[in-house]
């Protein structure tokens, strides 16, 4: 129980998330969509691609910057999906003005995740991994266990391999 409440100090942010989609579809739900609907569509942009976000970047404020920039920007763009998702069709108007931003930054994303990804590999299989430096890109403790362990057992059948 000791380790479950100390997770959940570390990590309150995913506490929240059901919290906060259970009041956007509350929202949604409860708005007035013909009347208002841009006011509808700017207050669920301004929950998932401001305030979650805004509050990621609070409960993380310790991971390191860049780390914490990228996934930030993840956030924002699953913040525009989301409030796609959310917002009725026939109230999207923001959304669909500023969709192609969130195009452009998942390719931002998923270049700088495609150089994050090569330079942990590159640690991970390397003669002698630090897990210090694997630590340093954001990944978990028990995350960076199991990728070396799996090194190690590459590493391995590599060797039986090159040995018949």
């Avoid at 976000?53 to 409960?59: A, F, H, Q, R």
């Avoid at 500023?98 to 452009?104: A, K, S």
């Avoid at 003669?127 to 090194?151: F, N, Y």
């Amino acid at each position: 129980m000791h380790a479950t409440l100390r997770l959940a100090r570390v990590h309150w942010f995913y506490l929240l998330l059901p919290i906060l989609l259970s009041a956007s579809l509350g929202f949604r739900a409860t708005h007035s969509w013909s009347d208002k609907p841009r006011l509808g569509e700017f207050t669920t942009l301004f929950d998932w691609c401001v305030f979650a976000p805004l509050l990621y970047g609070i409960c993380y404020r310790t991971m390191a910057p860049r780390v914490l920039a990228l996934r930030t920007l993840a956030m924002v763009c699953g913040g525009i999906w989301i409030t796609a998702q959310v917002v009725p069709a026939s109230a999207q108007a923001i959304v669909n003005q500023w969709r192609w931003l969130r195009d452009v930054a998942i390719v931002v994303l998923v270049a700088f995740e495609g150089i994050a990804l090569v330079a942990v590999m590159r640690v991970t299989f390397s003669a002698t991994p630090d897990p210090t430096q694997l630590e340093r890109h954001g990944i978990p403790p028990l995350l960076v266990k199991l990728m070396l362990a799996e090194a190690r057992f590459w590493r391995w059948l590599w060797g039986r391999l090159r040995k018949h």
